[in-house]
C-alpha cells in the first residue's frame, strides 16, 4: 500500500544522508517534501501538522546540531515520531473474565464480517475457544457469509433470522456461557455514522452485549473519508480499538496513518490479504519502518518461526553438513516460502529492499513453476540431479508445461543454492531465511 510514500522518503532520506551539516533551510526543505509526500498519501491534514512540528522542534535541536551525522539523526527522529503518530506501541485485547466480548462496527463494504472471522481464526490459534455471533440483520447474505466462514474455521455462528439484534445478542451470550465459548465475537450490521436510526440500534446492541472491546473496521483504502468515519463511531458509540482492513491494497494509505491519532483509539488490528490468515496485530514502530523503507525484520521473523519446524530445519541442516541436499529439500524450501505470503512482500520486510524492488519484476508464478519442474522428476532424479541429461530435462518440461530451458534454471538455481545454503549453515541450525531470500534475489 505505502509504495509511492515509502518511495518519496526514500528520496527525501537520500539527500539528507551524508551531509556533514544541516543548516535550517536545508531542515525546512526536506521537511516540505515530507509534507507533501504525506497529503499525497491522503493523511489527515491536522495529522500532518502535528507530525511535522513535532519533528522540526527536535531536528532544530542540540542532539542535532552536535551530531556527527545529522543527517541520520534527522532520520531517527522522523521514524520515532511516525511511530507517535501511529500509537507508539502495540496495544492488545484487554484481558478480562471470560467471555471476553468483541463488537465489530463500521460501515457496509469495509470487510467487517471477513474481519471477524479472521480475528476468531486467529484467537482460536492462540488457544481460545471463539463463538461468532450474526447480528447484521440488515443484509440476510451477511448471515450466511459469516456461516460459511465459521465453517471454513470451525467455529460455530449464533444466528437468529427472524429476531432482532439486541434480543440476539442476548441470547447468544446466554449460549457462549453455557457452552463454555471464551470469545464472543458480535458481527454488526453496516451502517453510516450520520443515519441516526442504525446508530441508536447499534447502541441497543452494544447495551445488550456489554462489550470489552468495541472495534471499528476501518477500510484502508478510504483515506479522508476513513477519518470522519472513525470520529462518528468514536463520538457516538464509543471505540476501544480500531482494525484496519485491505491494507494490501494499493491505495495511498493515509487512513492507516491518521485513524489512531485523530480518534484517540488504538489501531490493534491489520488485514493484510483475503485469506482468512492474514490478519496481524498492528505494530506502530514496525509499520512506521515499513513505510520509511527500513524494512521490517521482527515480522519477517515471526512468519519464518510460523512456518519453519525446528526438527526438518535441524534434519536439512545435517543434510548440508554431509553434502546431501536434494532437489526434494529444495522442493522443500520453495513450498515453505510460499506458505509465507507472497514473495515480494516477503522480501519487501528486508531492509533496504524497496528501492531494489521497483527494479524488477517478482511473480509468485516462479515458484509455482519450479514447483511444478521439481514434482514431474522422478524420485531418483530428486535424489541425484546430475543424471538428468538431455531427454530427461525434455520429459521433465514436458510433464510440467515448461520449457527444457526451464528445468536447466531451476538445476542452475539448484547448484547455486547448494553452494550458498552451505556457507550459511555454518555448522549449525538452519540457513537464515534471509539469506535465502537474499539470493533468490540476487539471481533476479
Given at each position: 500500500?505505502?509504495?509511492?510514500?515509502?518511495?518519496r522518503?526514500?528520496?527525501?532520506?537520500?539527500?539528507?544522508?551524508?551531509?556533514?551539516?544541516?543548516?535550517?533551510?536545508?531542515?525546512?526543505?526536506?521537511?516540505?517534501?515530507?509534507?507533501?509526500?504525506?497529503?499525497?498519501?491522503?493523511?489527515?491534514?491536522?495529522?500532518?501538522?502535528?507530525?511535522?512540528?513535532?519533528?522540526?522542534?527536535r531536528?532544530?535541536?542540540?542532539?542535532?546540531?552536535?551530531?556527527?551525522?545529522?543527517?541520520?539523526?534527522?532520520?531517527?527522529?522522523?521514524?520515532?515520531?511516525?511511530?507517535?503518530?501511529?500509537?507508539?506501541?502495540?496495544?492488545?485485547?484487554?484481558?478480562?473474565?471470560p467471555?471476553?466480548?468483541i463488537?465489530?462496527?463500521?460501515?457496509?463494504?469495509?470487510?467487517?464480517?471477513t474481519?471477524?472471522?479472521?480475528?476468531?481464526?486467529?484467537?482460536?490459534?492462540?488457544?481460545?475457544?471463539?463463538?461468532?455471533?450474526?447480528?447484521d440483520?440488515q443484509?440476510?447474505?451477511?448471515?450466511?457469509?459469516?456461516?460459511?466462514?465459521?465453517?471454513?474455521?470451525?467455529?460455530?455462528?449464533?444466528?437468529?433470522?427472524?429476531?432482532?439484534?439486541?434480543?440476539?445478542?442476548?441470547?447468544a451470550?446466554?449460549?457462549?456461557?453455557?457452552?463454555g465459548?471464551?470469545?464472543?465475537?458480535?458481527?454488526?450490521?453496516?451502517?453510516?455514522?450520520?443515519?441516526?436510526d442504525?446508530?441508536?440500534?447499534?447502541?441497543?446492541?452494544?447495551?445488550?452485549?456489554?462489550?470489552?472491546?468495541?472495534?471499528?473496521?476501518?477500510?484502508?483504502?478510504?483515506?479522508?473519508?476513513?477519518?470522519?468515519?472513525?470520529?462518528?463511531?468514536?463520538?457516538?458509540?464509543?471505540?476501544?480499538?480500531?482494525?484496519?482492513?485491505?491494507?494490501?491494497?494499493?491505495?495511498?494509505?493515509?487512513?492507516?496513518?491518521?485513524?489512531?491519532?485523530?480518534?484517540?483509539?488504538?489501531?490493534?488490528?491489520?488485514g493484510?490479504?483475503?485469506?482468512?490468515?492474514d490478519?496481524?496485530?498492528?505494530?506502530?514502530?514496525?509499520?512506521?519502518?515499513?513505510?520509511?523503507?527500513?524494512?521490517?525484520?521482527?515480522?519477517?521473523?515471526?512468519?519464518?518461526?510460523?512456518?519453519?519446524d525446528?526438527?526438518?530445519?535441524?534434519?536439512?541442516?545435517?543434510?548440508?553438513?554431509?553434502?546431501?541436499?536434494?532437489?526434494?529439500d529444495?522442493?522443500?524450501?520453495?513450498?515453505?516460502?510460499k506458505?509465507?505470503?507472497?514473495?515480494?512482500?516477503?522480501?519487501?520486510?528486508?531492509?533496504?529492499?524497496?528501492?531494489?524492488?521497483?527494479?524488477?519484476?517478482?511473480?509468485?508464478?516462479?515458484?509455482?513453476?519450479?514447483?511444478?519442474?521439481?514434482q514431474?522428476?522422478?524420485?531418483?532424479?530428486?535424489?541425484?540431479?546430475?543424471?538428468?541429461?538431455?531427454?530427461?530435462k525434455?520429459?521433465?518440461?514436458?510433464?510440467?508445461g515448461?520449457?527444457?530451458?526451464?528445468?536447466?534454471?531451476?538445476?542452475?538455481?539448484?547448484?547455486?543454492?547448494?553452494k550458498?545454503?552451505?556457507?550459511?549453515?555454518?555448522?549449525?541450525?538452519?540457513?537464515?531465511?534471509?539469506?535465502?531470500?537474499?539470493?533468490?534475489?540476487?539471481?533476479?
Amino acid at each position: 500500500m505505502f509504495d509511492t510514500l515509502t518511495q518519496r522518503f526514500e528520496s527525501v532520506f537520500a539527500g539528507l544522508r551524508g551531509k556533514g551539516k544541516l543548516s535550517e533551510k536545508d531542515i525546512d526543505k526536506a521537511l516540505r517534501e515530507v509534507r507533501l509526500a504525506l497529503l499525497e498519501a491522503d493523511v489527515n491534514v491536522q495529522v500532518v501538522k502535528a507530525f511535522l512540528s513535532r519533528v522540526k522542534v527536535r531536528a532544530l535541536g542540540e542532539d542535532v546540531a552536535r551530531s556527527i551525522s545529522p543527517g541520520q539523526q534527522v532520520i531517527k527522529i522522523v521514524h520515532e515520531e511516525l511511530v507517535t503518530t501511529l500509537g507508539s506501541e502495540t496495544t492488545e485485547l484487554v484481558k478480562t473474565s471470560p467471555p471476553l466480548v468483541i463488537l465489530m462496527v463500521g460501515l457496509q463494504g469495509s470487510g467487517k464480517t471477513t474481519t471477524a472471522a479472521k480475528l476468531a481464526k486467529l484467537l482460536l490459534g492462540q488457544g481460545k475457544k471463539p463463538m461468532l455471533v450474526a447480528a447484521d440483520l440488515q443484509r440476510p447474505a451477511a448471515i450466511d457469509q459469516l456461516e460459511t466462514l465459521g465453517g471454513r474455521i470451525d467455529v460455530p455462528v449464533f444466528a437468529d433470522r427472524g429476531g432482532k439484534a439486541p434480543k440476539l445478542v442476548k441470547a447468544a451470550m446466554k449460549e457462549a456461557t453455557r457452552s463454555g465459548h471464551d470469545v464472543v465475537i458480535v458481527d454488526t450490521a453496516g451502517r453510516l455514522q450520520i443515519d441516526d436510526d442504525l446508530m441508536r440500534e447499534l447502541a441497543a446492541v452494544k447495551k445488550a452485549a456489554a462489550p470489552d472491546e468495541v472495534l471499528l473496521v476501518v477500510d484502508a483504502m478510504t483515506g479522508q473519508d476513513a477519518v470522519n468515519v472513525a470520529r462518528g463511531f468514536q463520538d457516538q458509540i464509543g471505540l476501544t480499538g480500531l482494525v484496519l482492513s485491505k491494507l494490501d491494497g494499493d491505495a495511498r494509505g493515509g487512513a492507516a496513518i491518521s485513524v489512531g491519532e485523530v480518534t484517540g483509539a488504538p489501531v490493534k488490528f491489520a488485514g493484510i490479504g483475503e485469506g482468512l490468515g492474514d490478519i496481524e496485530p498492528f505494530h506502530p514502530e514496525r509499520m512506521a519502518s515499513r513505510i520509511l523503507g527500513m524494512g521490517d525484520v521482527l515480522t519477517l521473523i515471526e512468519k519464518a518461526e510460523s512456518v519453519f519446524d525446528e526438527a526438518d530445519a535441524e534434519k536439512t541442516a545435517r543434510k548440508l553438513e554431509a553434502g546431501k541436499f536434494t532437489l526434494e529439500d529444495f522442493l522443500i524450501q520453495f513450498q515453505t516460502m510460499k506458505s509465507m505470503g507472497p514473495l515480494k512482500d516477503i522480501l519487501a520486510m528486508l531492509p533496504g529492499s524497496g528501492s531494489l524492488l521497483r527494479e524488477v519484476d517478482i511473480d509468485d508464478r516462479d515458484l509455482k513453476r519450479v514447483e511444478a519442474i521439481i514434482q514431474s522428476m522422478t524420485v531418483d532424479e530428486r535424489r541425484n540431479s546430475k543424471i538428468i541429461g538431455g531427454s530427461r530435462k525434455r520429459r521433465i518440461a514436458s510433464g510440467s508445461g515448461t520449457s527444457p530451458q526451464d528445468v536447466n534454471r531451476v538445476l542452475k538455481q539448484f547448484a547455486e543454492a547448494q553452494k550458498m545454503m552451505k556457507t550459511l549453515a555454518g555448522g549449525r541450525g538452519m540457513p537464515s531465511l534471509e539469506g535465502l531470500m537474499s539470493g533468490q534475489r540476487t539471481k533476479r
